[in-house]
């Protein structure tokens, strides 16, 4: 008799491990009346704990955060990124765990529970295919099944589309249905198929309220990470670009933390305009490029939700580095730059905005002021950055996978040497580039080195960024 082992809580159950418990057989789970539905509530804890690690670790070896503490990991910021690395390890070990979760649902809870609903096999689905993405956005290779080969990230993406096209075959919620067409076409703009992410984008783009998002819960050990480094955390631990300074914190808490988790973000209207305008980019139709990041300002973003929070006890106190500005200076995006108001708040002078969904600096002015397509390309790609900031979507932009570990290929034959090695693109600013300023003595105002959507936009004939380009 095969034995699992079940961890439950009130809200939550998960597969732990696979260790003998006499309590709990795989017999006994699946003769439960409710096991499709309690084995998907599981799903969706491990896609929270999930998207933890890998949102933590990728805002850190973006130039979103720098981790202004000494918790977390202490080289990403570097960025250094080796396949020792315990915290890369933690992050596909997660996707594994989502992936193979997802897998026992398809394979063996839902086929035996006469009550699985359409609605459990689709998002049993879309999890397979979400861990699948988060694979290939991520890394340099990862394995498809326990054990398995290494797989390109195409190769994984590619994969992800048929799982999609299942969890859309399944869904009986329409909302849910445009969700995973978004998601399809944002695979389909990591693989450079314009056409393809375009017609799903436009299937999508009129739902201006679209928003589908991973649930956490402080009470049974899933708190949102990312908020819990932004905002609940009394020492600053991570601190944002001082040019991202007005968007932090995206989540936050009042009272007592348990009790207030907020939701992430996997998906949102606004990455279908925004590759739309990046498909018009890369077709030379400027105009419509420019008009569909308008309506974005005006259709979406002036909807989306702008909380007010006192955010006075925010000194950006971390022990890493202590010249962060706490004042409302001006900005540079980088040397010999206009320097500009507005990005860097005074938290002390009143509430301060929070973009909850998403936020921009950009605006209606800039956007007419574009000349030529590096120009749009440089805007899609800076509005990109603010509103998926705190989301984990940074360092795929860069073009910076983490690799295999080592000890997935100490444990797995079929990994080769050539997916234990990073990609960190040569453009990407090395020895804390990518995070660093420079402070005027006299007057505050802080220079950014690097305007890293600049670099992209200079360096669109790479293979590892612009993927339209």
């Known amino acids: 008799m095969k034995t699992i082992y079940i961890y439950i809580t009130v809200l939550f159950l998960t597969l732990t491990a696979c260790v003998d418990n006499p309590n709990v057989t795989e017999e006994n789970f699946l003769d439960n009346n409710n ?63 989502l ?18 609903t359409a609605q459990d096999w689709s998002y049993a689905y879309f999890a397979k295919a979400y861990a699948l993405i988060l694979s290939g956005e991520n890394f340099t290779g990862l394995p498809m099944n326990s054990n398995g080969d290494a797989y390109t990230p195409n190769e994984l993406l590619e994969a992800s589309i048929g799982y999609l096209d299942l969890a859309i ?51 049974n050990g899933v708190p949102n990470e990312i908020q819990n480094a932004t905002f609940t955390a009394s020492e600053n631990r991570f601190a944002p670009l001082p040019r991202l300074d007005f968007l932090d914190p995206k989540f936050f808490d009042i009272g007592t933390s348990a009790e207030d988790q907020k939701p992430l973000s996997l998906a949102k209207v606004e990455e279908a305009y925004l590759i739309l305008a990046e498909a018009y980019t890369a077709e030379n139709n400027l105009e419509l490029a420019k008009s569909t990041l308008t309506n974005l300002i005006d259709n979406v973003l002036a909807s989306r939700p702008i909380m007010y929070l006192d955010d006075s006890e925010e000194l950006r106190n971390g022990t890493n580095r202590q010249d962060y500005p706490i004042t409302a200076v001006n900005v540079s995006f980088e040397s010999d730059q206009e320097s500009k108001s507005g990005y860097i708040l005074d938290r002390q002078t009143g509430l301060i905005p929070v973009y909850t969904v998403s936020g921009t600096s950009i605006t209606n002015q800039d956007i007419d002021a574009t000349a030529n397509a590096d120009d749009v390309l440089y805007l ?60 005027d003595e006299t007057t505050g105002n802080v220079t950014i080195l690097y305007d890293m959507n600049r670099v992209l936009v200079e360096n669109k004939a790479s293979n590892h960024v612009l993927p339209f380009n």
């Open 35 to 97: 096991s499709a539905t309690s084995w998907i509530t599981g799903v969706k804890r491990q896609l929270a704990i999930t998207m933890n690690a890998i949102v933590i670790n990728s805002e850190m070896v973006s130039d979103n955060y720098f981790n202004n503490y000494t918790l977390y990991n202490k080289v990403y910021d570097i960025p250094q990124i080796d396949y020792t690395d315990i915290d890369g390890n933690s992050m596909q070990v997660e996707i594994g765990a």
């Open 99 to 116: 992936r193979e979760m997802a897998e026992y649902a398809l394979e063996t809870v839902l086929p035996n529970d006469p009550d699985a």
């Open 169 to 219: 075959e399944n869904e009986t919620e329409p909302e849910t249905t445009l969700v995973y067409q978004l998601l399809k076409s944002r695979v389909y703009r990591s693989l450079g198929d314009v056409a393809n992410a375009k017609s799903l984008a436009l299937t999508v783009v009129s739902h201006n309220s679209l928003l589908f998002t991973v649930e956490f819960d402080g009470n």
């Open 380 to 439: 899609i790609y800076l509005v990109r950055q603010e509103i998926f900031i705190s989301e984990g979507r940074r360092s795929n932009d860069l073009g910076i996978k983490f690799p295999v570990s080592q000890t997935e290929q100490l444990n797995n034959s079929n990994i080769s040497d050539e997916f234990t090695l990073p990609v960190i693109p040569n453009f990407i600013p090395m020895n804390l580039g990518l995070d660093d300023f420079t402070v």
